[in-house]
């Protein structure tokens, strides 16, 4: 019984790794699944974050080589439109509660 549970765990452990080998990926291709991906978790939506790490494997570990450079420049470039999209937002929403509370207490 003991062996057929750790035969059962060792097929589930390899089918698990099959995944994770390097390969020849278009950068573009993954980068769109990827960037949707990482929007969802930036906003905070119910995601599931598995993919978005399998997709930074796959483009680190890509053959004949690795798009982790590239990766690094768009996730950056991301951050960076996802923060002004943010500021952008709070200075609307300070903007009008300044007013309101301004109005309420003076």
Same mark, same amino acid.
């Given at each position: 019984?003991?062996?057929?549970?750790?035969?059962?765990?060792?097929?589930?452990?390899?089918?698990? &790794?099959?995944?994770?080998?390097?390969?020849?990926?278009?950068?573009?291709?993954?980068?769109? #699944?990827?960037?949707?991906? *990482?929007?969802?978790? &930036?906003?905070? !939506?119910?995601?599931?974050?598995?993919?978005? /790490? $399998?997709? /930074?494997?796959?483009?680190?570990?890509? @053959?004949?080589?690795?798009?982790? !450079? $590239? *990766?690094?420049?768009?996730?950056?470039? *991301?951050?960076?439109?996802? /923060?002004? #999209?943010?500021?952008? $937002? &709070?200075?609307?929403? @300070?903007?009008?509660? &300044?007013?309101?509370?301004?109005? @309420?207490?003076?």
């Amino acid at each position: 019984s003991s062996s057929s549970s750790s035969s059962s765990k060792a097929k589930k452990k390899r089918k698990a &790794l099959a995944g994770l080998v390097p390969k020849s990926v278009s950068f573009d291709d993954v980068w769109r #699944e990827l960037s949707d991906g *990482l929007r969802c978790v &930036l906003r905070l !939506e119910n995601c599931a974050a598995t993919p978005v /790490v $399998e997709d /930074v494997y796959t483009l680190c570990t890509a @053959q004949p080589r690795s798009h982790a !450079e $590239e *990766l690094y420049v768009h996730i950056a470039r *991301l951050l960076c439109t996802h /923060v002004g #999209e943010l500021d952008a $937002e &709070l200075c609307v929403l @300070q903007a009008g509660k &300044l007013g309101v509370y301004l109005r @309420q207490w003076a």
